[in-house]
Every structure is written in structure tokens, then in C-alpha cells.
């Protein structure tokens, strides 16, 4: 796997902060996605059923990311659905950064999923998207 | 050109960065989590002046014992002083003794701005707009209750839905849910969700003016059409509690607000307006990011994007943020009908018959036009509550003796309580006090610190009955995670800018 995240303990007291990082933008991406979808629920007890073609474009890769992690918890509470999955796709055209994705969940059931936090909203806090050597890496801040 | 401070943010260093040191020009011998000066103002009123950051416009103010100020996060001196230099604010930005970081304003953060010259600001306001306290009363005793307090928990867990991503029983088409935008918690008694008394008994009748649904994105409109009657998670949660003898403090008040004691039953709702309101304060970040570059604002954190409050842009988020106040009043008083419709289902008698009477509503994250020495104000409440004292004429008669009441929710092991409002409040606070405990532990060490099903049960055995959507947001909610709720009503009570009436202990808690 060339992406991971960790839970960041003292960032968001009364909220959920994670740090995702990737050997590519595309990689980072991923882990911040997974970050999210298991703050929102844990994904091994969330069957499919229920999917979304996503496409999204911008020059700026952390606004795309912010507006494609913004996009996931409007599905949440839209559809009513967690997450199993996100495939995802990131390829540039020029300046433009262009993200395919499908977002595979099921609408929400507590006795048979794992259900963590009712993400509000993805912040600006502390919200920096940066490259050191050959790692992505992004900090988000989640309001709970 | 409006400009607050040009200046890079010192409030995005992490907290844990900043060293705990005092100062020799403290005038107390005090151990905080900054570097400013902090003035002794009173014992309970501390003050950062405005020569602690280059652009503050007016100086800080904490309300706090010592323990509870040395006890802060350096976010909230970071935070509040960040406050201090948006355009036109007046007087003092404030923070009450619940105080915690937050995004952009502290939690427990107060700010008033000049209608005229001053900015509103969605963070300010919080994401979770007019999320806010409902008490309601009953004749019934623990007695009468903890008999069938099983029963009537399944029954309330099963009719309010909680927990990520939960809808309500109410289906409305997208003009009904515009109706609801506007009227708010008057559309639920219209409907038959409520009784017409209850709206004398919430902030502003349960309905602010003001609010339009045109300014309202289709996003907003779908995260939040299907959740109308539903808690959500977090910190967030339904009580029955109970009110002994021995923890009224002043019973003149308790009486005149429906509460007589002998252990009789409340119930109390922390709630807000769900989805909807989360993609409000979204969408008008990102509206507000590009409006303050027209108007030339700079501030020292992204989350305190804001726009003048007279621009078509504020003017906007006003609308759109009173949409979403109107539709949390709605939701809690949906929730309000499906819990007197699970008592009458367990006792086997009307709500009526069993005294459910509303005692008050209010919010705690909203901002609000009122009228101070000043002149018109637009006042941002964030974990803070409007605290108006007697004879303030913007209380419906009910409230005019005793003041307004302010409901402050504690950890679900502890307790919570109720108070009112004060004429110092109005003077000194802008009408306003602390909204609850305050958080002193994150959530992930909470959860590290306890297992959601342990606690559950170690709170059965206390006489406390948990229904948990989520076992880990469960942990995350531990009393240990909270400050001692006990103390931060102290401070406001010495303070002034509340009083303290009674203590409101748990006997069973829904969480999402």
C-alpha cells in the first residue's frame, strides 16, 4: 500500500483531526478518503448496494480534495449511506487535476454496521495539503 | 476599505507547540497555557489587553475562576484575540468559562459587531447552526419512572433516531421543507407536532424573521429534507433526568418555571439542525473566502471568514443561517413530539396528562441583531448562551420575574443544569453566559482511556441507562473527557452573568 493515515491526538479536541500521506497526489488522496470514510464508520461492516460516479476538477489539488472530502459527507447525510469504498482515479490535464471516482456504501443500519462519528463538516483548520521529497501529505480537520 | 489585521497567523501553530510558561509581567502568580499577559480583572474576569497582538481592535476577556483559566488550551488566548481584530467588532471579544478551540472562534466564544461597520462570520456561528437545549418537564417522580426506565428508553430510542447519518419519520416535499425554513418550529405546531403553548417558550417563539430559502443551495436542502426529528451524534443526546430536593438553589425560580422537585422527571435535548445547517456554514465559508478579498478583509485564521454584515454576501449568510436556526427549533420540537408520544405510550396517558410541559428552549450557536449601549449589534454566540435578565422586554411574559432560562448540559455522567439570566449579563456579556461543560480530553484519548461498553455498563450499575448507536462515539462522550460542569456554573453564578437555579441528574441518556 503507498498510502497511509493516523488518527492526530491533540489537533481538534472536540473533533476528529487525521494526517493522510501518499508517494503520489493520487496516493494521498486515497488515504485521506479512507481516513474519512472510517471516521464516519468502520468500512469492513459496511456492505455495497448503494454507488456514486463522482468526477471533479481544479488547478489546485487541496481545494479538489477538500471539495471531493466535502462531497462524501454530503452523500452521508443525503443518501443516508456509510461507506465500504472509494475507488478513485487522478490524473492532470494540463494544469487541471482531474478525480474519477466510486464511492460504494449502504444506507445506514446500526445493528449491522460499525458507525463511529456524524461528520458535520470538512474544516480549514489547520488544513495544509504539502510535498516533502517523494510524500504527499495532507492534515484535515473534521467537525464532529 | 474594512481591514483587520495583516499579520501572519500565529493561531495556526499547534496548540500542543506552545510552551506553558508564565509571565513576569502576570500580575498573579499564574500557570497558563500562553504566552500573553493576562490581567486580573475581577476574580472571575480576565483580560488580554489589545498591545498582546498586532491588529487587536479591542481587548479579550475570559470569564473564568483561576483553576478553570489555568486550565484553558492555548487555543482559546490564541482564538479570542484572533477575534478581537475582526472590523468592527465592540467592546471586548469574549469567551465564557466552558471555553475550548474551536474553528476560527473559540467554543464559548462571544463577539458583538456594529451593524453598520462590522462583519458577520460563519465561524462565529459554528458549523452545527443553532445547535441548542431543550428542557422539558413532567409531573411524573423516579418513582413513577424507574420502574418502566427500560422500557421508556427502548421506546425513545426506537421513535428519535440517532447516530450517523439517521433520517426522521417526517417526509416533506422541498416547498414543505421551505415552509420549515421560515416558520420553523410554528410550521410543527401547524402540523400537530407540538402544542401552541410551546412556542412562548423558546428563543424568539421557535421562529426567527428573516430567513430565506431562495439563498439556500440544493446541497443544504438535500443533506438535510430527510432529518427533521433526529439527535445526530457527537456531543449531541436526549437525558431523562431527575431533579431532587437538595440541589435547587433557589426554589422561588424553580417554582416558576414548572420544576417543584421531589425528584420529579425532566427531559433534556441537545440537538441542532443536523446536515442541513452543516452545509449552510459550508457553502457560506467558501462564499465568504472569495467576499473577503473583494472587501479587502484579511484575518489571521481561514476559519474566521467573513463578510460585512450590510453586503449582499452577509446579508446572504444572515438569511441562509436563520433558515437553518428556524429548521434546528423544528427539529427539536419534532423530537419534543415523539418524546411525549413514547412517555403516553409507557405510562398510558396523554402528554398532557402527564404535565409535559416545555420549560424553554434556546440556542447556542447563532448570531442574532440586538440592541445594546452601543446601538444595533450583531451579536455571534458559539458555545454560548443568551442569557437575558428580568425585565428584559424581549421576553414573553413568562420569563419577565424570573429571567431568561439558560440550559446547560453536562457530561452524561454527571449532571447538568439550569439557570437564568441576569441584568449583568445584558450589560456586561452582551446578554450572554457559558452553554456547558467544555471539553478538556480529546476523543481519541478518551477512547483510549475507556471502552464504550464498559461504560455503559459501569453507568447501569450507577442507575444511569445508556442507548448507544455508537459504542466508540459512546467512550468518546465519557465524563472524564469533560470539564466539572459544577465549577464552570460556579464561575458564571459568581460572575453574574447567570443564576444558578437548579441540578439536573441523569437516570438515562440516548447518544447517537
Redesign the interface.
Known sequence: MAWTFR??????????GFEAEGESVEEMFRGATQALIES??NPSTVSGGWERVIERSDVDPAALLFEWL?EV??W???A???FREASLALTREGEVWLLRTCLIGA??N?QTQ??????????????ELKQTGDCWKVRV?L?? | MICGSSSRNPS?S???RLSRKSRKSRPLDMNLNTDMTVNRVTDEIWEIPISEKPGMLVPARIYATRDILQAM?S?VFDQVTNVACLPGICRYALCMPDG?????FP?GGVAAFDVERGVISPGGVG??INCGMRLIRTDLTLVDVQPHLEKLMTELFRKVPA?????GFVRLSREEFCRVMTHGARWCVEQGYGWHRDLARMEEGGCIEGADPSIVTD?AI???I??LGTL????HYLEVQVVSNERIFDQATAAALGITGHDQIVVMVHCGS??FG??V??DY?KVFEKAMRRYGITVK???LACAPFRSPEGQDYFSAMNCAANTAFANRQVITHQIREAFATVFGQPAEALGMELVYDVAHNIAKVERYAEGELVVHRKGATRAFGPGSLELPEAFRQTGQPVICGGSMETGSYLLVGTDRAVRDTFGSTMHGSG???????AKRTVRGAELQQQMKQRGILVKA??M??LA?EAGLAYKDISKVVESVDRAGIAKKVLELRPIGNIK?
Not at chain 1, 460499525?114 to 488544513?127: C, F, I, Q, R, S
Not at chain 2, 445526530?232 to 456531543?235: A, C, D, F, L
Open positions: 488518527f492526530l491526538e491533540d489537533i481538534a479536541l472536540a473533533d476528529i464516519m464508520a466535502s459527507v454530503y452521508k447525510d443525503a443516508g449511506v456509510v444506507p445506514v446500526y460499525e458507525l463511529h462519528a456524524d461528520v458535520k463538516g470538512v474544516t480549514k483548520h489547520l488544513y480537520v467537525d464532529v | 495556526n499547534h496548540p500542543s488550551d487555543g475550548h478551540w474551536g474553528y476560527g467554543i458549523y452545527d447516530g450517523v447519518g439517521a433520517s446541497h438535500q443533506r438535510g430527510n432529518q445526530g451524534s457527537g456531543n443536523r446536515g452543516h452545509q456554514a459550508s465559508l485564521d481561514q476559519q471539553r478538556t480530553m480529546s476523543r481519541a484519548q448507536v455508537s466508540s462515539g468518546e447517537g
